[in-house]
């Protein structure tokens, strides 16, 4: 069936719920829902075939090649035609996008225990982390550097926050990513994976560890977790790590921000992998 086309030419109730998804966390929550927006992301997002429920687009302006094959395939439900100021007005880019599109989250693979998980396994788990933009550079930096997946703990950035897809640069549609609240819940994952992955480590990352980040063994089965920008590695966290690493740091800087240690301890990870296998 063709999507329906709707013309949005005042800010309506289909204006009000396309500017809500942007800004509003729980609104998202709610719906179900999360605006894409950007080449690569929605190129991403298609790749990986996550469902499109709208498209939002000028009513005014000739779609490009690119915007025109999109939503010539195009299975979703509604095409959402606004004026050129309301398309500035939900565009999040200085430069207005010709194309967002409005996407379902996963109501499946939304726990630890959808992590797809490699031999050895290599997961991170991010402490509360507070930056969307950290937060997307996190997923981005586990998607190149060979991480399993990514669970966001505690109260922390959203995953669907446009700021976080921007900052992916579409990697969050290819990495498993899931949000876990619990600390039991965690423990409970934990615990079932020593049985199943033996010579599992936990590693916690601080600046106050006592073993350097390229000394410790990250050819076993890994977990790895980073704190938050601010607060660093919470107590119950650090409570379950078997080594805690540190990356040494010169100049004036006191620490380096969570995405760029967790990029380090990943790359890291990753060479001493490869040149075991290789």
Known sequence: MSPRETQVRARSDDFQLIETLQRNRKKRSQCG????????????????????????????SEPSTWANEILSHSTARTHYRLTPDLMAEVSDKEDT???????????????????????????????????????????????????????????????????TIRASTGSLFRLPTVSVESPRAL????????????????????????????????????VVMVGNERAGLSRSLSELCDDIVTIPIGGSASSLNVASAAS?????????????SG
């Open 97 to 163: 996008s010709e194309l967002l599109a409005i996407v379902e989250m996963r109501k499946s693979g939304r726990d630890l225990d959808s992590i797809p998980l490699s031999n050895p396994m290599l997961v991170v788990i991010a402490d509360r982390p507070a930056s969307p933009g950290n937060l997307g550079t996190l997923i981005r930096s586990c998607d190149a550097l060979g991480a399993d997946g990514l669970a966001v703990f505690g109260h922390a950035a959203d995953i669907y926050d446009p700021r």
């Open 33 to 60: 829902l999360f605006v894409v927006e950007g080449v690569r992301p929605i190129n991403q997002m298609l790749a990986n075939g996550w469902t499109v429920d709208g498209y939002v687009l000028s009513a005014q």
């Open 187 to 222: 423990e409970r994952w934990l615990t079932a994976q020593r049985t199943k992955h033996v010579g599992l480590r936990v590693v916690g990352s601080s600046a106050m560890g006592n073993i350097h980040a390229a000394a410790h063994d990250w050819t076993s089965p890994t």
């Open 264 to 276: 380090i301890l990943l790359y890291e990870a990753a060479k001493q992998r490869n040149a075991r």
